[in-house]
């Protein structure tokens, strides 16, 4: 029952927001009295961090793997891993600051998180660095601050479409690992850019 509890909430969550859904309403989608939602969870902010950790749960699948060859392919994978995890809690990313606001320890734990992905982040720029993918830092190239612009970019995606939502404009209308591409082709090196071009032609996702 508790997993069906959460996947109702979900659901409902990502079609009216988080903040626009009671726990009665959930127990009535459920076709159970509240007394009984309440045995599972006792109130919202039960219900909300026990589907924030699943969706952690299934993030930390995407963190900079150990012990393996690593290629400019992780770069799309982990793209790709977190896109599909913001689709299936798009809520979360919508809700995002009105989430961290509410719920504190939530918020803490987010920004904890975030802090050991930024941190992977670089750890993976310097290693496409030290293997001859990635052109070196210098004066006029930060890494710390792409690595933010993309970081940005990957957490907001889900509500700037929401605001962006004009047909005429094509600026959003791709998958976000071909924005957060855009951001590091112009420093990959010539051996970068042959294993991009492979990638491209050889790996096949869904959502193109």
């Known amino acids: 029952m508790k997993e069906k509890i959460k996947q109702k909430a979900i659901s409902l969550f990502n079609v009216h927001g988080m903040s626009n859904v009671s726990m009665k309403q959930i127990a009535d989608a459920l076709g159970i009295r509240a007394g009984n939602l309440q045995y599972h969870f006792k109130d919202k902010e039960a219900l909300v961090t026990a589907v924030y950790d699943d969706m952690y749960s299934e993030s930390v699948n995407f963190i900079l793997p150990k012990n393996t060859y690593i290629t400019l392919f992780h770069f799309e994978a982990m793209m790709v891993g977190f896109d599909g995890i ?12 009105h989430i961290v606001k509410t719920y504190p320890n939530i918020a803490d734990r987010q920004e904890q998180y975030n802090l050991v992905r930024l941190t ?7 290693y496409y660095v030290e293997t001859g993918r990635l052109i070196p830092e210098s004066a006029t190239v930060d890494y710390d ?3 933010h612009v993309i970081w940005m970019t990957s957490m907001f995606w889900q509500s700037q479409k929401r605001v962006m939502r004009y047909a005429d404009y094509k600026g959003n209308k791709c998958p976000v690992m071909d924005m957060n591409w855009s951001f590091v082709l112009p420093f990959l090196t010539k051996k970068g850019l042959e294993e991009y071009e492979q990638i491209k032609k050889f790996v096949k996702h869904p959502n193109h």
């Not at 913001?86 to 600051?97: E, G, M």
């Open 120 to 126: 992977d982040a670089r750890k993976l720029i310097d």
């Open 86 to 97: 913001q689709n299936r809690f798009s809520f979360f990313y919508n809700d995002l600051v």
């Open 145 to 147: 601050k792409i690595i």
